[in-house]
């Protein structure tokens, strides 16, 4: 019943910006940790951001100072803010719900471009 939906990946170039959203739907109160994985061919998944339902922030030390994660409870929703965009940065990012078992999106592309 739960499902979680991303959106906003794409092409950008490196120094850009990219905003990743994500709809959860389904029965889900918003009181769990959130979060953004990425992944690349031959890479295990790594972190990139969690947050907390009260707002309490983890990041990725390759991407602290760059990236902002955000929650709006109301609206069901968790965001990532990508800015100063690396080659590097190039990845398939999925959202993640922690409950009773780990939910997942099916993720969406960021390719960013030198």
């Known amino acids: 019943q739960v499902q979680l939906v991303e959106s906003g990946g794409g092409l950008v170039q490196a120094g850009g910006s990219l905003r990743l959203s994500c709809a959860a739907s389904?029965?889900?109160?918003?009181?769990?940790?959130m979060g953004w994985y990425r992944q690349v061919p031959g890479k295990q998944r790594e972190s990139v951001a969690t947050?907390?339902?009260?707002?309490?922030?983890e990041y990725g030390d390759s991407v602290k100072g760059r990236f902002t994660i955000s929650r709006d409870n109301a609206k069901k929703a968790v965001y990532l803010q990508m800015n100063s965009l690396k080659p590097e940065d190039t990845a398939l990012y999925y959202c993640?719900?922690?409950?009773?078992?780990?939910?997942w999106g099916q993720g969406t592309q960021v390719t960013v471009s030198s």
């Open positions: 993640k719900m922690t409950a009773r078992r780990d939910y």
């Open positions: 389904g029965t889900i109160f918003m009181l769990n940790t």
């Open positions: 947050i907390t339902s009260g707002g309490t922030t």
